[in-house]
């Protein structure tokens, strides 16, 4: 995409969710169709969890990367997936604007599982090896955390199911960023 003086716009294909509704399978599939590297918060924390103490300070560690990363990349032109959270709606307003702010084209996605059964058996699955970004290991512990799983698309966000086939998923994602 051409952007202002002939520089490329870069663009950020960003799924978000709730923990273990399947944003990593999606994303590990989309970045094999589209060819585009992948950026994932639950990376960046765990690699700082061997190194700093406390929760909040290694979340805030991996947001921090995330902007110095896509700074670097700005103006160059390229796609990049991000698998990040962004569970609250002021983050993601913030982050937008953000993107906005430096010519950078946000392409969201919100990643849903709307058969709970289903999201409980995938999340469950993490109390066998949970990985240091994994702080809840029970689904009923995260409903908890959380009280209202559900989180509001923003407008012209694609919503996309993930109790649909990983391919079908893949496809909608493919024709909206190519919108």
């Known amino acids: ?17 709730r923990p273990g509704v399947g944003k990593t399978a999606v994303s590990n599939k989309l970045a094999i169709k589209l060819d ?49 959270p962004f569970n609250r709606e002021d983050d993601m307003v913030r982050f937008a604007a953000w993107l906005s702010a430096r010519g950078i084209v946000l392409k969201p996605v919100l990643c849903i599982c709307s058969d709970e059964r289903l999201w409980a058996e995938r999340f469950n699955v993490r109390c066998l090896n949970p990985a240091p970004n994994q702080l809840i290991t029970d689904f009923e512990a995260l409903k908890k955390h959380y009280g209202d799983l559900a989180i509001r698309p923003l407008e012209d966000e694609l919503v996309v199911d993930t109790v649909q086939t990983l391919e079908s998923i893949v496809d909608r994602i493919m024709a909206f960023v190519e919108n």
């Open 1 to 17: 995409m051409e952007g202002l003086e002939g520089i490329e716009v870069s663009t950020v294909i960003l799924l978000r969710g």
């Open 36 to 84: 585009v590297p992948i950026v994932r918060k639950d990376d960046l924390y765990d690699v700082l969890a061997g190194a700093v103490e406390g929760h909040e300070l290694r979340n805030r560690l991996a947001y921090g990367m995330l902007h110095r990363i896509l700074e670097s990349n700005a103006a160059n032109g390229s796609r990049l997936i991000l698998d990040f």
